[in-house]
């Protein structure tokens, strides 16, 4: 027979009413159950309130979200608020869902397979190699236009320079953002 937690606060119980110590049922309970059987302070505590006049056999409400809330509606609420902000904190999307910084994390990381990496772009100067790659594509380029072909430059993107969405978030920390982690 299985020992269930709610069956042993009941075998607690009712030896509690019989006047036994929390040792003495502790230790018939590892008698029986073995490694399954609750712990000693479990034990001692539960005696405790039974012997301070509590009659029920279920634990009291406990503040906070229940363990049950990572659900498919939190998931996709986290997963909307990084899709409209993706450089949203962690603090902040607990502060928004009314989660623990633990659960939010664990639905980023676990659930959502996403990790937070620097978004900030940082120019580099090209080598002298690449240098060369660049003019020997355009020359190319170029060379498919011959002499008594018709021009449509603007079908050519030639240029020095490459442009990218450039952006400076005053602090950097926040400079962050959420991507796929895979």
Same mark, same amino acid.
């Given at each position: 027979?299985?020992?269930?937690?709610?069956?042993?606060?009941?075998? !607690?119980?009712?030896?509690?009413?019989?006047?036994?110590?929390?040792?003495?049922?502790?230790? @018939?309970?590892? @008698?029986?159950?073995?490694?399954?059987?609750?712990?000693?302070?479990?034990?001692?505590?539960?005696?405790?309130?039974?012997?301070?006049?509590?009659?029920?056999?279920?634990?009291?409400?406990?503040?906070? *979200? *229940?363990?049950?809330?990572?659900?498919?509606?939190?998931?996709?609420?986290?997963?909307?608020? !990084?899709?409209?902000? =993706?450089? +949203?904190?962690?603090?902040?999307?607990?502060?928004?869902?009314?989660?623990?910084?633990? @659960?939010?994390?664990?639905?980023?990381?676990?659930?959502?397979?996403?990790?937070?990496?620097?978004?900030?772009? !940082? =120019?580099?100067?090209?080598?002298?190699?690449?240098?060369?790659?660049?003019?020997?594509?355009?020359?190319?380029?170029?060379?498919? /236009?011959?002499?008594?072909? =018709?021009?449509?430059? @603007?079908? +050519?993107?030639?240029?020095?320079?490459?442009? /990218? =969405? /450039?952006? !400076?978030? *005053?602090?950097?920390?926040?400079?962050?953002?959420?991507?796929?982690?895979?």
């Amino acid at each position: 027979m299985e020992f269930t937690e709610e069956k042993m606060r009941f075998y !607690i119980f009712m030896r509690c009413k019989l006047g036994e110590s929390a040792k003495l049922i502790h230790e @018939t309970l590892q @008698t029986v159950c073995g490694v399954c059987a609750c712990s000693s302070q479990n034990v001692c505590r539960w005696v405790r309130e039974f012997n301070e006049g509590k009659d029920s056999l279920s634990d009291c409400p406990r503040p906070g *979200p *229940p363990k049950s809330c990572v659900n498919e509606q939190t998931i996709a609420s986290i997963k909307k608020d !990084i899709d409209e902000d =993706p450089h +949203i904190s962690e603090r902040e999307l607990n502060d928004t869902n009314g989660l623990s910084y633990g @659960t939010v994390h664990t639905i980023i990381t676990e659930h959502l397979g996403m990790k937070k990496v620097c978004a900030r772009w !940082i =120019p580099h100067l090209l080598t002298v190699d690449q240098k060369r790659e660049r003019v020997r594509c355009a020359k190319e380029l170029l060379n498919m /236009f011959g002499p008594h072909r =018709p021009k449509r430059l @603007t079908d +050519i993107v030639k240029g020095d320079e490459t442009w /990218f =969405p /450039f952006f !400076i978030i *005053p602090q950097e920390r926040l400079n962050r953002m959420w991507v796929d982690g895979q």
